[in-house]
């Protein structure tokens, strides 16, 4: 019982200096941050876009929030505005654009993968190899192929106008399967398309930020 105090006292105490330094700080103007929960009580994680357009209509082109600390004590800013964001994600990118923690990536798999790397030398080294490959005037070598694929999609969607979201999962797999691996899908039921189909599925599920921060701030 003693334990189980002391444990709650140390959540509350490490919440509660989160929530004094939060409002402390300059941030962009924001919904209402609650002690301890911050804004996770009107953020529905499966449609946070909706909330974030709401944001924006009431506070502007910045919202700012802290997921547990406005979700769990993690700071989140976000940006309703195109011209916002090529200001600093693009024209700034050196200093705003690098990927944040996401904690769900590495229980499945995804944290080798390249677009969540973090900036560093190994960033920088795929980004070069990336470059030299899909760069305008290397990509031209891929049209044949991509051209095939294409044909074969749209003799699928004739012959089976129902199941055209297979048949688009089908050809987006295909060419990407192809150009990595060197791999050739077959026109219909290819397996390893159905294993991609099923982790994309899984993983657009777990590994919104949203949910991230709930695995960051309750890792147990």
């Not at 919440?15 to 529905?44: A, E, S, W, Y």
């Not at 082109?61 to 916002?84: F, L, P, R």
């Not at 190994?122 to 070069?128: A, K, P, S, V, Y």
């Not at 150009?179 to 159905?194: C, E, F, N, W």
């Amino acid at each position: 019982a003693n334990l189980a105090i002391l444990l709650a006292s140390f959540i509350v105490i490490t919440f509660l200096k989160r929530f004094i330094t939060n409002r402390q700080k300059k941030h962009p103007p924001g919904p209402m941050l609650l002690p301890l929960l911050g804004n996770v009580l009107c953020l529905d994680t499966k449609v946070a876009w909706l909330t974030y357009t709401e944001w924006a209509a009431a506070y502007g082109t910045w919202s700012d929030s802290t997921t547990a600390g406005c979700i769990y004590g993690q700071e989140v800013m976000v940006i309703n505005s195109q011209h916002v964001a090529e200001a600093l994600l693009d024209k700034c990118s050196c200093i705003y654009s690098d990927r944040p923690y996401i904690a769900t990536l590495e229980p499945f798999g995804w944290s080798v993968i390249f677009v969540f790397t973090g900036y560093g030398d190994e960033w920088c080294l795929c980004r070069r190899l990336f470059h030299q490959t899909f760069r305008p005037d290397s990509v031209l070598k891929f049209c044949p192929m991509q051209i095939k694929q294409a044909h074969e999609m749209i003799i699928n969607l004739i012959g089976d106008p129902q199941n055209y979201h297979s048949h688009f999962a089908t050809f987006s797999a295909s060419v990407a399967m192809s150009v990595t691996y060197g791999y050739q899908t077959s026109p219909h039921h290819d397996p390893l398309v159905r294993i991609i189909e099923n982790g994309l599925a899984i993983g657009i599920k777990v590994m919104t930020p949203e949910k991230a921060i709930l695995l960051k701030t309750f890792p147990f």
